[in-house]
């Protein structure tokens, strides 16, 4: 069994992302920590919970994490993910977050099962960067790190230089980065080899209660915007390659951020042999192909 924590911002692509996780066979997810970044951190933290809600999934502890960057102003991508952030009014949640802050927990799980948690990184890496401050070498203690964001070889999403996650918060970004510890990051340039079409979009059926969800909150994102005719997939690639690695090649780099000016956020290669397994070519059909046995999706 392995045993996961996602750290999330959700977000359209992390509500997917989770529900991957929660379906997948083998995999213990162990909790969430929510970071403010497509939405804000209450919203984020309601989304969280109503989702482990709503597919039975209460169990699942969520906990909170920062609400700003370590420096800076917030920002959000609620013209991404809309106001609620995963597209899909779900009920209040009845649950409640854990009282143990984000950091605490995480600190705890990565001390208490040395090499055995795998951490998925899906939003700013402000809890993160956190983590390492109140408790510095803990990232050391994941079985394994993946962290979506940054774009080393081409244009960001949400500035000419910077991709989202990164941008959110540079100085955590960095900081995580500069601890040397090994990770894998799927950075824009693999997100954009992966979408998904309308017509296939509209095309699927899923089987179980993640997979329907997952569906729900892709078709809805679609009907929001008639206009738009492809989806970039991003959280779920970072999911996919924690348990499947071989869904991207990858190449050994060391990677710096920007921290301030205008090019904040911006990541950049610093060499060609370093603790950053950055994604290179990304197993599209091997990534569908996993996605449709866990979620549960067919043609119809
Ligand atoms: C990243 O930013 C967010 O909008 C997505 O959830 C993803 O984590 C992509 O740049
Ligand atoms: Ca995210």
């Known amino acids: 069994m392995r045993r996961i924590i996602i750290d999330t911002d959700p977000g359209v692509d992390d509500a997917i992302a989770i529900l991957m996780a929660l379906s997948a066979p083998s995999v213990e997810v162990v909790g969430l920590t929510v970071v403010g970044g497509n939405v804000p951190h209450a919203r984020g933290l309601c989304n969280a919970l109503a989702l482990l809600d709503f597919v039975g999934r209460s169990d699942v502890p969520v906990f909170r994490g920062s609400n700003r960057p370590l420096v800076g102003r917030f920002a959000n991508a609620q013209h991404f993910h809309g106001t609620s952030g995963i597209t899909r009014r779900l009920p209040e949640p009845t649950s409640q977050p854990a009282p143990q802050r984000a950091v605490d927990f995480l600190a705890g799980q990565l001390t208490n099962h040395p090499g055995q948690i795998t951490l998925v990184a899906i939003g700013p890496l402000t809890n993160l960067a956190r983590l390492e401050r109140r408790h510095p070498g803990s990232l050391s203690r994941a079985a394994s790190l993946v962290v979506m964001g940054g774009v080393v070889d081409s244009p960001g999403n949400i500035t000419p230089h910077a991709e989202f996650n990164f941008y959110c918060d540079p100085l955590a970004a960095q900081e995580v980065l500069a601890t040397g510890v090994p990770l894998t990051l799927v950075d824009l340039d693999a997100c954009r080899q992966v979408t998904l079409s309308r017509d296939r979009a509209f095309n699927l059926k899923a089987n179980n209660r993640f997979g329907k969800l997952a569906l729900e909150i ?52 610093v060499a060609t042999d370093g603790p950053v397994a950055v994604a290179d070519v990304v197993d599209v059909e091997r990534l569908f192909s996993l996605m449709g046995e866990w979620l549960r999706w067919e043609q119809v």
């Open 218 to 269: 892709i078709q809805n994102w679609f009907k929001a915007d008639e206009g738009r005719e492809s989806m970039l997939f991003y959280d779920q690639i970072a999911m996919a390659a924690a348990f499947c690695p071989e869904v991207i090649t990858t190449r050994q780099v060391a990677v710096t951020v920007e921290t301030g000016g205008p090019e904040a956020g911006a990541s950049h290669v």
